[in-house]
């Protein structure tokens, strides 16, 4: 009797891990393997799982033989593998639903960073062609700021966001022409706006913006509504319209 009244509370609980396991499926965990969660370590999948495997896994018991094991039903090792299969589950399936009542947070936060890391590199790049001097920028045969640069950099350690009080070179041919460059705006920079803290100067690749925003779109919209309609040529034969655009 006792034999069928394990057999019994085996079956239960093996149904019970099916059924815990099945909920966690329906909420996107392809398994209960360990996972990791992209928005916080406290929402992702355990990674505790115990190692479902003993010394009486597969009908073997070792050499001390399946009473060390403590018996093949009930309260072996089969038994203890269970509970902790069971356990695991149970504290997936306890992560979903805490997912589910934290919403939308903390998920929205990450959409909202993830949709503004789209826009980065495109803000980072129009700061530095913003802030980028070239050769127009320094006098040809003292090699120093002129005029024209001078007021650049004020414009730049002025009117800049603190983040980005960054003065870009244009990197050309020569190498110790940038390099005397590079060392006299940061001796200006430190000697003018040094309160704002050090020089920050790098070269760049890029080359300053020469048209505001306004007229740039302004000029592009009046391209695109300038452009002829298409249309399909057609001779005037015996071809067809559909071995026009075939054509």
Known sequence: MSKIKLLFITMVAVTGVTL?????????????????????????????????????????CGSAG??????????????????????HAEKNCARVIARNEAWPMPFNCADRQLYFSFW???????????????????DAETGNLNSFGNHTVA?????????????????????????????????TINTFYGQTGPAIVEFSTKLPVTLRGSKADAISRLWAENQPTPIIPISSGAQSVGSSVGN
């Not at 700061?127 to 320094?138: D, G, I, M, R």
């Not at 414009?155 to 603190?162: A, E």
Request: proline share 3%; glycine share 8%.
């Open 20 to 60: 815990v396991s099945g909920d966690c499926w329906a909420q996107a965990c392809n398994s209960c393997a360990a996972g990791s969660s992209v928005i916080d370590t406290t929402f992702g999948y355990s990674a505790d799982s115990a190692a479902y495997s003993s010394a009486c896994d597969n009908g073997t």
């Open 66 to 87: 399946c009473s060390a094991c403590g018996g093949r039903l009930g309260h072996g090792a089969h038994m203890q593998q269970l509970k902790d299969k069971y356990a």
């Open 120 to 138: 980065e590199p495109m803000i980072d790049q129009g700061f530095e062609e913003q802030c980028v001097l070239t050769s127009a920028h320094f």
């Open 155 to 187: 414009g730049i350690m002025q009117n800049m966001p603190s983040t980005r009080r960054k003065v870009f070179l244009h990197r050309e041919a020569d190498p110790d022409t940038n390099n005397a460059r590079m060392e006299h705006v940061k001796e």
